[in-house]
């Protein structure tokens, strides 16, 4: 494999086009600078498949703005399926006390991550917390998360692309697209 023209051959559908994703992108950047005009929030981003929408996203608030970066664990491999199991792999630099954070996520399936997560950092006192979701897939919900702002509600689709990946590949498609259920049902 060497081409990501050989990754796309893997995808059964674009769900969500680069220019689709642009114009969401940059509306959710205007809602959150309207709702956070005069402060100065903390974006924490959930690594690693958040990278392109963290990275699109902070360029669209208007806002000082701080960013913070962690990495959980939750799908063991190359895996469809969520485990519930959560490990810090990367913990937040600074202190978030007093400060109003944004969670920056790729996409809610189960919500177990995001329930942990939530958790973890409302142990830290921040002053506010909220969370941004580029993708919320609520049929596969497992536990009620309050979720601020949505990009896109998709199926119960695994999707790839954006961020997104399987087996750690594909994040770097430009889009999000629906696997071909062969490719991992061969590896499951
Ligand atoms: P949850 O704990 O089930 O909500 O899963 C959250 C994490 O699972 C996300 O941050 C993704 O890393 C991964 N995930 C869930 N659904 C998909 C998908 O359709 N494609 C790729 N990764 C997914």
Do not use: H, W
């Amino acid at each position: 494999m060497t081409r990501t023209t050989e990754l796309t051959a893997d995808v059964a559908e674009i769900l969500l086009s680069e220019e689709q994703l642009r114009t969401r992108i940059a509306e959710l950047g205007a809602q959150v600078t309207a709702d956070y005009a005069g402060r100065q929030p903390t974006l924490v981003s959930v690594l690693k498949g958040s990278l392109p929408f963290m990275a699109d996203l902070m360029r669209s608030i208007e806002l000082p703005l701080r960013i913070d970066l962690m990495e959980v664990s939750s799908y063991g491999g190359a895996t469809t399926e969520s485990s519930g199991l959560v490990r810090i792999l990367k913990d937040l630099s600074a202190s978030i006390e007093d400060e109003d954070v944004l969670i920056v996520e790729d996409i809610i399936d189960t919500g177990l991550t995001l329930n942990y997560l939530l958790r973890y950092l409302r142990g830290k006192k921040p002053r506010s917390l909220r969370i941004c979701t580029l993708l919320d897939k609520p049929a596969r919900r497992l536990v009620e998360i309050p979720v601020d702002y949505t990009g896109f509600t998709i199926p119960d689709q695994f999707v790839v692309g954006y961020g997104l990946d399987y087996g750690e590949l594909y994040r770097n498609l430009r889009f999000v697209g629906v696997l071909r259920p062969e490719v991992y049902a061969s590896s499951e």
